[in-house]
């Protein structure tokens, strides 16, 4: 079973509209965390966002915001007024285990395209 | 403050040679992360060190890879006997172990084997 599902792969969004985009995560593991990061055409993966499983309120960054819910283990990234330079794809992925524990797992990405 | 760095950016190389790769990560951080990437997907793990010590590798690494990180500092990956399969986006990260033990990411170093 897949452990992060994103079920966008492509999305086109106009310049300034919010955007969501979805991912889901599959844990039995109480203690986890949830990262959201973007990658350019350049190739490198830069940190959005990160929500931890016992935090109370959703994370924001700036434009940023991460839709938490806990139950439906759902973990959506919101950009809100997007930009040109936010066409690129965006992962998700997760932390099995508390800080400390090693590696994340990506899901597969969005593709998102911003039109003028 | 630097970020992740890796060397070299690019690598082209013919089916059966060893091509080795660098990794500097940013300068406090102990733990570092090696991953792979392959066309349309997201980053697969590899290896993790805490600080000198590999703590864990994936079974994707297989007998042919070989990573270090001999001081605690700078990682190396090796691959032995390159394949066109192992034609991949390789990634670097490094993290504090702390907080929410965010991890960094390096640009990356995109071998292709012919």
């Known amino acids: 079973a897949q452990k992060i599902t994103q079920t966008q792969p492509g999305m086109f969004v106009q310049e300034k509209e919010a955007v969501t985009l979805d991912c889901t995560y599959d844990?039995?593991?109480?203690?986890?965390?949830l990262f959201w990061y973007k990658q350019p055409s350049s190739g490198e993966m830069i940190f959005l966002i990160y929500q931890g499983s016992y935090d109370q309120q959703n994370a924001t960054e700036g434009r940023y915001s991460l839709n938490f819910q806990k139950a439906r283990k759902s973990a959506n990234l919101v950009i809100s007024a997007s930009q040109l330079g936010d066409s690129a794809m965006y992962f998700c992925?997760?932390?099995?285990?508390?800080?400390?524990?090693?590696?994340?797992?990506f899901g597969s990405g969005t593709r998102l395209s911003i039109r003028p | 403050d630097t970020g992740v760095s890796q060397d070299p950016r690019h690598k082209i190389t013919k089916r059966g040679q060893n091509v080795t790769f660098r990794c500097d990560p940013i300068?406090?951080?102990?733990?570092l992360y090696w991953y792979r990437q392959t066309l349309g997907q997201g980053p697969e793990f590899l290896t993790y060190f805490q600080n000198e010590a590999q703590l864990e590798k994936s079974r994707l690494l297989s007998d042919r890879f070989s990573a270090e990180r001999p001081k605690g500092s700078f990682s190396t990956l090796e691959i032995q006997r390159t394949e066109q399969g192992d034609s991949a986006m390789y990634l670097c990260a490094s993290s504090l172990g702390l907080e929410t033990d965010t991890q960094y990411f390096g640009p990356g170093t995109r071998l292709t084997v012919l």
């Open positions: 300068s406090e951080h102990n733990r």
């Open positions: 844990t039995s593991d109480p203690s986890y965390g």
């Open positions: 992925a997760m932390r099995e285990g508390p800080v400390g524990a090693s590696k994340i797992i």
